[in-house]
């Protein structure tokens, strides 16, 4: 069984209450490791903007909005044999874990490997927002 570390929960601190429900469930019970990245949780309208630069966001912040800025998104990363990693597989078992503790609790979560359409689907893995 896993834990999250003290930055992790920090970082998940920032979000919905229903998330850090989830979440905390969810780690518990998944197969593999993960933990919440910096600017995992709740983002100010600046730092969206500046991920939003660097290309890590589809959302400039201002005029197109993230589930970040409003504490109802949260993203993961794997811990695999001491190494924080962004595998597609991993990520997938991860999310698997994650929608079953939501749908068991009866919260409707949208997983980020469901967005968007052709070269683009699956693009945000790591992400999980609430509607
Ligand atoms: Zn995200």
Redesign the pocket.
Known sequence: MYQFSSKSLERLSTVNPLLQDIMKEAIKVSPIDFGIPLYGGLRTAKQQNQLFKDGKSKCDGIKIK?Y?QSGN?V?VYAYVNGHASWDDVHLGIIAGVVLSVADRKGVNLRW?GTFGSNEFHGW?K??FELR
């Open positions: 993230s970040h998104a993203d980020g945000d790591p992400h």
